[in-house]
């Protein structure tokens, strides 16, 4: 087998080389940190580090289940998911849809720029903007207030926090998700769009049996 190994390697050598980098960037972003998993089972205290620190076993684990807020926390994290997937999800795809439908390609350009430009904005500036955002002078309540609307501490109130989580998530990602499908809605022959509407077929049919078939595999 080593002799085998060896052979092979000496006959494809250029093709080991080019795998090379990506063997390393796996060893060293995504294996080497997972020793630190290990502090989950140890009472972890930053000055004796991950390995002096003391061993607890499972001690953590069960602090945790048995907690009050194991429920709560359990219940946020679901409920959270769910919103993403339910509100997050389709999204990307209707953006895609309505951008599709803009003929002004100056406009259409320069939307798809405004739609992309919060993915590339840190974390940390998102949520200093959505924190500004949503005080009683924010930009969120003046809007309330323009239309007859009461000011109120959004980000003071938790019935408010998975709404603003969801739909700050899907502000800073709509638009780059959206790239994949604006990809795919660009491979439809034009020629389908005018037969259709040869045939009579509205812009919503053209949409239901055109476009949304094309993003479907994607």
């Known amino acids: 087998l080593g002799y085998r190994i060896k052979k092979d390697f000496q006959r494809n050598w250029s093709l080991y080389l ?6 390393i960037f796996y060893a060293i972003f995504m294996y080497k940190p997972m020793y630190g998993a290990i502090i989950a089972f140890k009472d972890y205290t930053p000055a004796k580090g991950v390995f002096g620190s003391e061993w607890v076993g499972l ?31 389709p999204a990307p ?7 599709n439908e803009v003929k002004g390609r100056k406009f259409k350009k320069v939307s798809q720029t405004i739609t992309y430009l919060p993915h ?28 007859g609307g009461t000011r109120v501490p959004l980000l003071q109130d938790p019935a ?5 989580y969801t ?8 638009g780059w998700g959206s790239i994949i499908y604006m990809a795919a809605l660009s491979g439809v022959d034009p020629q389908q769009y005018e037969a259709a509407t040869l045939d ?19």
Request: hydrophobic letters at 55%; a positive charge; proline letters at 4%.
């Open 200 to 218: 009579g077929a509205s812009k919503l049919q053209k949409v239901w049996y055109i476009t949304i078939p094309v993003l479907i595999p994607t």
């Open 160 to 164: 408010y926090f998975r709404s603003i």
């Open 167 to 174: 739909i700050s998530s899907i502000w800073q990602e709509v």
């Open 18 to 23: 080019l795998v090379l980098p990506v063997i």
């Open 120 to 147: 590339f904005i840190s974390l940390v500036v998102a949520c200093g903007m959505i924190k500004d955002f949503c005080l009683t002078t924010g930009l969120f309540n003046d809007i309330i207030a323009l239309f």
């Open 59 to 89: 001690e953590n684990f069960t602090r945790f289940f048995s907690s009050p807020y194991f429920g709560r926390l359990l219940r946020n994290t679901l409920l959270l998911s769910i919103y993403s997937i339910i509100f997050g999800f």
């Open 93 to 99: 795809i209707i953006l895609a849809l309505l951008l």
